[in-house]
């Protein structure tokens, strides 16, 4: 019994004494300790960011026809959009993409690049819109006329080819370009790759050219019953759909150079399309489609 006792009381030879933390090696851990927690912090942050536009119902994406949104306000579209992508599958030109990772929490969301695929209304019935199973891309949308997706500003003048009085040549945006716009001379109904169709132009006008409201207006004038062009003064007196109101058109600026040059003029029928934007042939394009108006706040402003 008293053995036992004895040994019990004996600690252990062969335990090993926590050897305190020299001041080098402290201040070596206090540094990984701040890395961590800044890298933490910044994740957590970036990860937050993404939600703001959430919040304030804002974004800096160009949105399909008819999505429910102001330039202020995308909050109703965010809450209607179930992200089933049917608008992409429709969408005859591939125009319409879905938001990745980087949207952070507009994940999902509907979107279109106007620089490397426009909008060119080559379904005639906004595909898009009929797809759409919740109304995000409003039903009430009849018309490509009627869309309000941004507002095409000359960004550059004087990088546009019209104003230095210069005319185009070739592929509008190279041999490489992957781009599809409808040609009515070429094919009514099928969008073709942009590079297989070469232009010679004295003028460049290919905003205007490739305009899809003004082939629209062009359709409508050329109808030759006066019943259809009774229906058509009436439809540009209400905004309906034949003929549309101008959306871009080139007028002549003098700067007294003796050079012809061309303005292109954005008109309050530009519906935001970005086919504007995504045939120009300078880089970068020198129109662009903004956001934060559309043909509505610019007529009343």
Known sequence: ????????????????????????????SRREFLRATALTAGVVGVSLLGFVPVMRGNTLRLRPPGALK??????????????????VQVCPVEAIELADLPDGFGIGLPYIDAREQACDFSCDGLQCVLACPTGALTHDLDYPADTRMGFARLARPKACLAMQGKGFKGQARGADYKGLLRYEEIDRWTPIPVSEHPYD??????????????????????????????????????????????????????LGDGIARMKPIVQEGCVGCGVCEM???????????DLDENADTVKGA
């Open 1 to 28: 019994m008293k053995g036992n006792i004895e040994m019990s009381e004996k600690k252990p030879a062969n335990k090993r004494q926590k050897r305190p933390l020299t001041p080098k090696r402290k201040q070596q």
């Open 70 to 87: 102001t330039p202020e306000d995308e909050q109703q579209f965010f809450a209607s959009c179930i992200k089933c992508g049917q608008c």
């Open 201 to 254: 132009l004295e003028i460049c006008d290919l905003c205007v050219r490739q305009c899809p409201i003004e082939i629209r207006i062009t359709q409508c004038e050329a109808a030759a019953s006066e019943k259809q062009q009774q229906v058509a003064r009436v439809a540009q007196q209400v905004g309906n759909e034949c003929p549309p109101k101008h959306a871009i058109t080139l007028e002549p600026e003098d």
């Open 279 to 289: 045939i120009c042939p300078v880089e970068s394009a020198a129109i662009v489609v």
